[in-house]
């Protein structure tokens, strides 16, 4: 059945395929010589084998046909990709390629004009796309790593350099201390290597046309810093200080019990959505779904509380109207670890059922658009201010969100939480989606909106109402969060 599928969707995007005799020729770094790599033109758009790509970086390619999957590794660089994904997986970070991917004649075909940006973040080669030749060359890089130590006085941080560079650095609102250096060439693969101390919580990096930058989260949530750039090598040097920041919590070094450790996943931010003048869905029988979904979160906060280890902050705690920028501001304010946003669905079909487990990310179908829609449009409760940067603001962030560790570990807990509730609640499932939702917007941390159930249907509106079912929602969601602490922490000591 699957090859049959597989055949006949080949041979339909096959129709619209123009290929060319131009070749796309490449500088091969490892004896000199160029190599040729055919093209293809899909409705205009340039496409290489991967099988082709694999070859010339002097990579393996491996392909599960079965799992509509392949990956190539090379140079201790793997690139992960799915027929018709946008996204390409390099170790721990996504990607977004905006192409999707296709497969023909045995091969993947992937985007290349996309694709080289992200070969470019994840490799120590630098690519370039010039229909129609791709090129690659040894990279020039001239901010070229990181470290960090421990003083009596605060956190030393440098950030190493080939050139005399200008410079600027802030701190933002959520704890990240933002570093733009005017000409900078950063080398990104070494900056991700590692976390140098454990008080940096997350570092990113960014290429610009004529600058980069280095985005460095710091653990303590009160700090201060000083600059200077120093020679005999090199550097940017930073002084941190702060509480959490002096010699005795030995940061990055000897026991746990000693020193600063990893933080613990504990502040646990639930989020009822609608509230007040927004009453959100509306069953058949006059269920609302603000009235159900605060109660699922009552019982969450009640068990996480009764657990000892965690600190649950609810957005509201009575029948009030929140703007949905201001529940993850309040999540972020109170260094939140995860983020979850409680809701029921609805839908014109009435037969629509089941429970669904979002995560922030473009939407794929017309059904994830449709929920997010419907959540989104809570913002006609609020000014119209601030009603009008929702859609740029959103836009920019799904973007950033591409490359934040924090979208893998929402799409993971979202599959916790699915798998916990399907086997509690008796209510069926539609699975783990993604979708651009107001509500999960800026949230520094792992987020997902739950969809209990659709509140349209008359049978999933019974069971929401059921203070039973209520009850085995919470702990299904509670049992999940204990299971993806358990397993995050677990690796964060196993990394130490």
Same mark, same amino acid.
């Given at each position: 059945?699957?090859?049959?599928?597989?055949?006949?969707?080949?041979?339909?995007?096959?129709?619209?395929?123009?290929?060319?005799?131009?070749?796309?020729?490449?500088?091969?770094?490892?004896?000199?010589?160029?190599?040729?790599?055919?093209?293809?033109?899909?409705?205009?758009?340039?496409?290489?084998?991967?099988?082709?790509?694999?070859?010339?970086?002097?990579?393996?390619?491996?392909?599960?046909?079965?799992?509509?999957?392949?990956?190539?590794?090379?140079?201790?660089?793997?690139?992960?990709?799915?027929?018709?994904?946008?996204?390409?997986?390099?170790?721990?970070?996504?990607?977004?390629?905006?192409?999707?991917?296709?497969?023909?004649?045995?091969?993947?075909?992937?985007?290349?004009?996309?694709?080289?940006?992200?070969?470019?973040?994840?490799?120590?080669?630098?690519?370039?796309?010039?229909?129609?030749?791709?090129?690659?060359?040894?990279?020039?890089?001239?901010?070229?790593?990181?470290?960090?130590?421990?003083?009596?006085?605060?956190?030393?941080?440098?950030?190493?350099?080939?050139?005399?560079?200008?410079?600027?650095?802030?701190?933002?609102?959520?704890?990240?201390?933002?570093?733009?250096?005017?000409?900078?060439?950063?080398?990104?693969?070494?900056?991700?290597?590692?976390?140098?101390?454990?008080?940096?919580?997350? @570092?990113?990096?960014?290429?610009?046309?004529?600058?980069?930058?280095?985005?460095?989260?710091?653990?303590?949530?009160?700090?201060?810093?000083?600059?200077?750039?120093?020679?005999?090598?090199?550097?940017? $040097?930073? @002084?941190?200080?702060?509480?959490?920041?002096?010699?005795?919590?030995?940061?990055?070094?000897?026991?746990?019990?000693?020193?600063?450790?990893?933080?613990?996943?504990?502040?646990?931010?639930?989020?009822?959505?609608?509230?007040?003048?927004?009453?959100?869905?509306?069953?058949?029988?006059?269920?609302?779904?603000?009235?159900?979904?605060?109660?699922?979160?009552?019982? @969450?906060?009640?068990?996480?509380?009764?657990?000892?280890?965690?600190?649950?902050?609810?957005?509201?705690?009575?029948?009030?109207?929140?703007? @949905?920028?201001?529940?993850?501001?309040?999540?972020?304010?109170?260094?939140?670890?995860?983020?979850?946003?409680?809701?029921?669905?609805?839908?014109?079909?009435?037969?629509?059922?089941?429970?669904?487990? /979002?995560?922030?990310?473009?939407?794929?179908?017309?059904?994830?658009?449709?929920?997010?829609?419907?959540?989104?449009?809570?913002?006609?409760?609020?000014?119209?201010?601030? $009603?009008?940067?929702?859609?740029?603001?959103?836009?920019?962030?799904?973007?950033?969100?591409?490359?934040?560790?924090?979208?893998?570990?929402?799409?993971?807990?979202?599959?916790?939480?699915?798998?916990?509730?399907?086997?509690?609640?008796?209510?069926?499932?539609?699975?783990?989606? $993604? !979708?651009?939702? /107001?509500?999960?917007?800026?949230?520094?941390?792992?987020?997902?909106?739950?969809?209990?159930?659709?509140?349209?249907?008359?049978?999933?509106?019974?069971?929401?109402?059921?203070?039973? /079912? $209520?009850?085995?929602?919470?702990? !299904?969601?509670?049992?999940?969060?204990?299971?993806?602490?358990?397993?995050?922490?677990?690796?964060?000591?196993?990394?130490?």
């Amino acid at each position: 059945m699957y090859n049959k599928t597989m055949h006949l969707i080949i041979a339909l995007l096959g129709l619209a395929w123009l290929t060319f005799g131009t070749d796309l020729f490449a500088n091969d770094l490892s004896d000199g010589k160029a190599s040729e790599l055919e093209s293809f033109v899909i409705d205009g758009e340039n496409y290489i084998k991967s099988s082709s790509l694999a070859d010339f970086l002097e990579g393996t390619e491996t392909v599960d046909y079965i799992g509509r999957s392949g990956k190539i590794e090379f140079s201790e660089v793997s690139l992960e990709y799915a027929l018709f994904s946008t996204f390409i997986k390099s170790g721990d970070d996504i990607y977004n390629v905006y192409k999707p991917v296709l497969f023909d004649d045995g091969a993947f075909l992937l985007p290349i004009r996309y694709l080289t940006s992200v070969l470019n973040k994840v490799s120590n080669l630098e690519f370039s796309w010039s229909e129609p030749k791709l090129w690659v060359s040894k990279s020039y890089y001239n901010v070229t790593g990181i470290d960090a130590f421990q003083k009596i006085n605060g956190l030393l941080i440098e950030i190493h350099l080939e050139d005399n560079l200008k410079y600027d650095a802030i701190r933002t609102d959520d704890n990240w201390m933002v570093v733009t250096i005017s000409g900078g060439k950063v080398d990104s693969v070494a900056f991700l290597k590692h976390l140098p101390v454990k008080a940096i919580y997350d @570092l990113k990096t960014y290429q610009f046309e004529s600058s980069c930058q280095v985005s460095l989260r710091l653990r303590p949530r009160d700090f201060s810093f000083t600059s200077k750039l120093k020679d005999d090598p090199l550097r940017i $040097q930073f @002084l941190v200080r702060g509480e959490g920041f002096s010699d005795s919590m030995t940061l990055g070094q000897g026991d746990e019990s000693e020193g600063f450790s990893y933080n613990p996943i504990d502040v646990i931010v639930v989020d009822p959505g609608h509230g007040g003048n927004d009453n959100g869905a509306v069953g058949q029988s006059g269920a609302r779904e603000k009235d159900i979904v605060l109660k699922i979160a009552k019982h @969450l906060s009640h068990l996480l509380r009764e657990d000892g280890r965690f600190k649950p902050v609810m957005t509201r705690q009575d029948d009030v109207f929140v703007p @949905l920028s201001q529940r993850t501001a309040l999540a972020n304010s109170v260094g939140g670890d995860l983020f979850i946003s409680i809701h029921a669905n609805a839908a014109h079909n009435k037969k629509a059922s089941g429970i669904i487990a /979002f995560f922030l990310a473009d939407a794929k179908n017309d059904e994830a658009r449709a929920t997010a829609s419907l959540e989104n449009s809570s913002i006609r409760f609020e000014n119209v201010e601030d $009603q009008k940067r929702y859609n740029t603001d959103l836009e920019f962030t799904l973007r950033d969100m591409i490359q934040s560790e924090f979208q893998r570990e929402s799409a993971d807990l979202a599959g916790v939480i699915h798998s916990t509730m399907s086997r509690s609640t008796g209510l069926g499932t539609r699975g783990v989606d $993604q !979708a651009g939702f /107001f509500v999960l917007d800026k949230a520094y941390m792992p987020a997902v909106l739950l969809e209990t159930g659709f509140i349209t249907n008359s049978k999933d509106e019974k069971m929401l109402k059921d203070d039973n /079912f $209520q009850r085995r929602t919470a702990r !299904a969601v509670y049992d999940a969060i204990v299971a993806f602490k358990e397993k995050y922490e677990g690796q964060k000591r196993t990394s130490q």
